[in-house]
């Protein structure tokens, strides 16, 4: 028996000295790429590319946002004005609310897909660059993209509304549903107005943050996170709006109820849900990741 290694037989349990795990098997560098490519971005990934895309919305134009978040609001209109229609359709068919509720995502899938200012949008995108770089200049920006995008979408979702009021576009059982949807509503307390502001907050961040996990399936993602914003009857500033209103110019209910009983609280609800729990929370899990 040979105590010389060149003589001794392999062990065929011993690894490799390849720098690879044991276990693992040997892979071409093509291959290796194929592997990478097939993984799903770090969260990391994730988090700069909305910290970009923040700070290129941050940059724009008093001009540049006020159109982008007035095409907005109008463009929200639909989500307030399909489901009507649709349930004007489907009364009576079994489970028929499902589909009533897929009508809300008309309005959130154009506004994304045309690139408009959504403020609810912004409450992660927009909030990213200043928990990463926390100063004075990076507030200012933020309440000023806030601002603007915040009236605009308001002043398109009211001229969507007027419209419908006015134009005499509706026949009598829509406008009957749109009136119903409202007052659905506004049956909520100032209390579940905020508490459900959180979660519609938190649903579009998550969509947010979802879109550049998913790129080929944004059209899904979108649909589902703001299918379920419906479905929950959750409570969202902008679409919401355009709802109440409706009821607004239609002598239902006076303005202020509309800004201090659903505005404001539903306002509140959806930043917090939306930047103070999800934005802050992703933040700090990037932050712990980073070491």
């Not at 095409?71 to 489970?95: C, K, N, T």
């Amino acid at each position: 028996m040979t105590n010389d290694p060149r003589k001794r037989s392999p062990n065929k349990h011993q690894p490799a000295d390849d720098g690879e795990p044991e276990g693992s098997f040997r892979i071409s560098e093509r291959e290796r790429e194929e592997v990478e490519e097939s993984l799903p971005p770090r969260v990391q990934v994730l988090h700069e590319v909305i910290r970009i895309e923040g700070n290129a919305e941050l940059a724009r134009s008093v001009a540049a946002l006020s159109w982008s978040s007035l095409a907005a609001g109008l463009s929200m209109g639909f989500s307030m004005l399909i489901p009507a229609l649709l349930y004007v359709h489907l009364v009576g068919v079994p489970g028929g609310f499902l589909i009533v509720k897929l009508g809300y995502t008309v309005g959130f899938l154009i506004v994304v897909a045309a690139r408009q200012q959504l403020f609810t949008e912004n409450t992660l995108t927009a909030v990213l660059p200043l928990m990463t770089h926390p100063n004075w200049d990076a507030l200012w920006r933020l309440l000023r993209l806030w601002g603007i995008v915040l009236v605009g979408n308001l002043v398109g979702g009211a001229l969507f509304a007027c419209g419908m009021v006015y134009m005499h576009v509706l026949d009598a059982a829509t406008h009957a549903a749109l009136v119903s949807q409202a007052e659905e509503v506004m049956r909520n307390s100032v209390l579940q107005m905020f508490t459900k502001g959180i979660v519609a907050g938190w649903l579009v961040a998550t969509m947010v943050w979802l879109m550049p996990a998913l790129p080929n399936a944004k059209v899904f993602v979108i649909v589902l996170m703001t299918w379920l914003i419906g479905l929950g009857n959750f409570t969202h500033v902008i679409a919401g709006s355009t709802e109440i209103l409706y009821l607004v110019f239609h002598g239902d209910l006076p303005t202020l109820g509309y800004v201090l009983r659903f505005a404001l609280p539903t306002l509140a609800g959806n930043i917090v849900g939306g930047s103070v729990i999800f934005g802050l929370i992703s933040h700090v899990q990037v932050r712990s990741d980073d070491g």
